[in-house]
């Protein structure tokens, strides 16, 4: 079961926004709308962030948004600030009652 | 608030079974909208999932660990518990314990996460 595919690094400046991409296959990403974002800050646990696809949980900022497009998922993130700077994780339902994992980005505040 | 709190020993000998248990507070593991999973990070290194329950008992595991998981559930305890049979210095990580809504990639609710490191 290989993992999904992110860039290990983005970066921006504060202010700016960055898009994050996370490609699957059609037995994943694309053959359902269920893949979700998550934060990772170092030595925490991950944080939902986005859900079926370009939801937001109560509380997570509106800066945060996800769309998908075949079979690649994007968590963009604007107006970036200094706390945004930690791991970002997409994850998608993959049939089955199974889940795949993205490798995570880096995001660099600038 | 629900909680998740994963217990076990930090340490596992390489060729024996890694052994956790996940205990939640706050709610009850028998709610039929949810799953509960398994979850773990090698240091430095990005998040695998590892298998979830069903409160009635079925599993689900990744295809990739799957002769070597056993997980398990408690409903009088209110816990799952994750056994990795066979374990080699690849299999030590972060493990996390985590809830997850039924048919969906949310996984809502997350155990602060335990070091388990396989060395002799």
């Known amino acids: 079961q290989s993992a999904l595919t992110q860039p290990a690094s983005v970066s921006g400046s504060p202010g700016q926004s960055i898009t994050i991409s996370c490609t699957g296959t059609s037995s994943d990403i694309g053959g359902y709308n269920l893949v979700s974002w998550y934060l990772q800050h170092p030595g925490k646990a991950p944080k939902l962030m986005i859900y079926?696809?370009?939801k937001r949980p109560s509380g997570v900022s509106n800066r945060f948004s996800g769309s998908k497009s075949g079979n690649t998922a994007s968590l963009t993130i604007s107006g970036l600030q200094a706390e945004d700077e930690a791991h970002y994780y997409c994850c998608s339902y993959a049939g089955s009652t199974t889940f795949k994992f993205g490798g995570g980005t880096k995001l660099t505040v600038l | 608030q629900l909680q998740l709190q994963e217990s076990g020993p930090g340490l596992v000998k390489p060729s024996e079974t890694l052994s956790l248990t996940c205990t939640v507070s706050g709610g009850s593991i028998s709610s039929s909208s949810y799953y509960w999973g398994w979850i773990r990070q090698p240091p430095g290194k990005g998040l695998e999932w590892i298998g979830s329950?069903?409160?009635?008992?079925?599993?689900y595991h990744n295809p990739s660990l799957k002769s070597r998981v056993t997980i398990s559930v408690d409903t009088s305890k209110n816990q799952f518990s994750l056994k990795l049979s066979s374990v080699t210095a690849a299999d030590t990580a972060v493990y996390y314990c985590a809830r997850t809504v039924v048919v969906t990639a949310i996984y809502d609710y997350w155990g602060q996460g335990t070091l388990v490191t396989v060395s002799s």
């Open positions: 079926e696809g370009s």
């Open positions: 329950i069903y409160y009635s008992g079925s599993t």
